[in-house]
Protein backbone atom coordinates (compact mmCIF):
# COMPACT_ATOMS: atom_id res chain seq x y z
CA UNK A 1 0.00 0.00 0.00
CA UNK A 2 1.66 3.36 -0.61
CA UNK A 3 0.28 7.15 0.28
CA UNK A 4 -2.54 7.27 -2.70
CA UNK A 5 -4.21 4.27 -1.84
CA UNK A 6 -4.27 5.00 2.04
CA UNK A 7 -5.42 8.51 1.45
CA UNK A 8 -8.29 6.85 -0.68
CA UNK A 9 -8.89 4.21 1.98
CA UNK A 10 -9.38 7.09 5.08
CA UNK A 11 -11.18 9.28 2.76
CA UNK A 12 -13.55 6.12 2.04
CA UNK A 13 -13.59 5.29 5.96
CA UNK A 14 -14.13 8.69 7.02
CA UNK A 15 -16.56 9.79 4.41
CA UNK A 16 -14.62 12.56 3.50
CA UNK A 17 -12.92 13.70 0.69
CA UNK A 18 -9.40 12.61 -0.75
CA UNK A 19 -8.05 16.22 -0.13
CA UNK A 20 -8.97 16.41 3.14
CA UNK A 21 -7.74 12.47 4.01
CA UNK A 22 -4.12 14.01 2.65
CA UNK A 23 -4.57 16.76 4.67
CA UNK A 24 -5.28 14.77 8.06
CA UNK A 25 -2.88 11.91 6.89
CA UNK A 26 0.18 15.36 6.17
CA UNK A 27 -0.78 16.41 9.89
CA UNK A 28 -0.28 12.79 11.61
CA UNK A 29 3.38 12.57 9.90
CA UNK A 30 4.30 15.46 10.75
CA UNK A 31 3.22 15.19 14.26
CA UNK A 32 4.84 12.07 14.55
CA UNK A 33 7.77 13.25 12.82
CA UNK A 34 7.94 16.17 15.29
CA UNK A 35 7.79 14.34 18.61
CA UNK A 36 10.83 12.16 17.04
CA UNK A 37 12.85 14.88 16.60
CA UNK A 38 12.35 16.22 20.14
CA UNK A 39 13.54 12.17 21.24
CA UNK A 40 9.60 11.53 22.25
CA UNK A 41 8.28 8.12 22.09
CA UNK A 42 5.01 8.02 19.70
CA UNK A 43 2.76 5.05 20.82
CA UNK A 44 -1.15 4.42 19.30
CA UNK A 45 -2.10 1.87 21.09
CA UNK A 46 -3.47 -1.39 18.23
CA UNK A 47 -0.80 0.22 15.63
CA UNK A 48 2.71 0.86 17.22
CA UNK A 49 5.29 2.32 18.68
CA UNK A 50 7.36 4.84 17.31
CA UNK A 51 10.94 6.30 18.84
CA UNK A 52 13.88 7.29 17.12
CA UNK A 53 17.02 4.99 17.64
CA UNK A 54 20.62 6.20 17.79
CA UNK A 55 22.51 4.09 15.92
CA UNK A 56 26.93 4.10 15.13
CA UNK A 57 27.73 5.90 11.73
CA UNK A 58 27.78 3.93 8.66
CA UNK A 59 31.67 3.48 7.32
CA UNK A 60 32.70 6.24 4.59
CA UNK A 61 32.84 3.25 1.98
CA UNK A 62 28.89 2.87 2.87
CA UNK A 63 28.23 6.44 2.66
CA UNK A 64 29.72 7.99 0.10
CA UNK A 65 29.29 6.38 -3.28
CA UNK A 66 31.81 5.89 -5.52
CA UNK A 67 32.37 8.28 -8.00
CA UNK A 68 32.82 7.22 -11.27
CA UNK A 69 34.67 9.06 -14.12
CA UNK A 70 33.00 11.09 -16.72
CA UNK A 71 36.06 12.14 -19.06
CA UNK A 72 36.81 9.98 -21.58
CA UNK A 73 39.89 7.50 -21.63
CA UNK A 74 43.22 8.97 -23.34
CA UNK A 75 44.97 6.83 -26.08
CA UNK A 76 48.03 5.11 -24.17
CA UNK A 77 51.35 6.50 -26.11
CA UNK A 78 54.42 4.59 -25.55
CA UNK A 79 57.70 6.75 -24.88
CA UNK A 80 59.62 3.97 -26.47
CA UNK A 81 60.60 4.22 -29.91
CA UNK A 82 59.01 2.07 -32.40
CA UNK A 83 60.39 -1.07 -34.01
CA UNK A 84 60.72 -1.49 -37.32
Do not use: H, W
Amino acid sequence: MNKADLIEQIAQAAEISKSAAERSLDALVGAVKSSLRKDEMVTLVGFGTFYAAKRAAAPAAIRAPARRSTSRPRACRSSAPERR
